[in-house]
């Protein structure tokens, strides 16, 4: 089963946004991830309904084109006005992770 999740970090310089961070490993260095996602690609294409069991490897969300989302551990030490930071513990983050992904949304 594909873990599908993030950390979430409130920010208060925002108001109403939030930070999430992903962690991404290509999924063409995971055999049944890439197949999955074949499969999928091709129920799209063929406007066809995608298997009950493709859709729950996926988490009912269509496959992320960069690859497969992992969770990364985030902690929040400190901020002040109008400033807020957090970091992301580097030895937690997965060996196959090549990317990392920041996203805001309001």
Same mark, same amino acid.
């Given at each position: 089963?594909?873990?599908? #999740?993030? #950390?979430?970090?409130? &920010?208060?310089?925002? *108001?109403?946004?939030?930070?999430?961070?992903?962690?991404?490993?290509? *999924?063409?260095?995971?055999? %049944?991830?890439?197949?999955?996602?074949?499969?999928?690609?091709?129920?799209?294409?063929?406007?066809? $309904?995608?298997?009950?069991?493709?859709?729950?490897?996926? *988490?009912?969300?269509?496959?992320?084109?960069?690859?497969?989302?992992?969770?990364?551990?985030?902690? =929040?030490?400190?901020?002040? $006005?109008?400033?807020?930071?957090? $970091?992301? &513990?580097?030895?937690?983050?997965?060996? %196959?992770?090549?990317?990392?992904?920041?996203?805001? =949304?309001?």
């Amino acid at each position: 089963m594909l873990l599908l #999740a993030y #950390a979430t970090v409130a &920010e208060r310089s925002y *108001g109403m946004s939030e930070t999430y961070v992903y962690g991404i490993v290509p *999924g063409n260095t995971d055999l %049944k991830w890439d197949k999955m996602k074949k499969v999928w690609d091709a129920c799209e294409e063929a406007c066809c $309904e995608v298997p009950k069991v493709v859709q729950e490897y996926f *988490g009912h969300e269509p496959p992320d084109p960069a690859g497969i989302i992992v969770e990364l551990r985030v902690t =929040r030490p400190s901020g002040k $006005e109008m400033e807020d930071w957090f $970091e992301v &513990e580097v030895v937690d983050i997965p060996g %196959k992770v090549k990317t990392i992904r920041f996203v805001r =949304r309001y």
